[in-house]
């Protein structure tokens, strides 16, 4: 699958994923291939996904996310260091 992150300011990621979880706005969900398109807003909370089996985690303070034919965009207002 297809990620791409990004902020007001920069691409945060951009590349080839095996899964993503989000926090959206009615709970925490997981993204795996072939997942069903949608579209969600973001609260604020941690972005974990996993690329060539290495598991990275993001704080964010909120957005939203698209997910349409393996290939997910999330848009976030920040990263939280």
Known sequence: MKLE???PDKLVF???VESVSLPGAAGRFTVLPRHAALISSLKAGRITYVAEGAETS???DGGFAEVKNDEISVC???VIE
Do not use: A
């Open 5 to 7: 992150i990004i902020s």
């Open 58 to 60: 993001l704080n964010v």
């Open 14 to 16: 951009s590349g080839e």
């Open 76 to 78: 976030i207002e920040n």
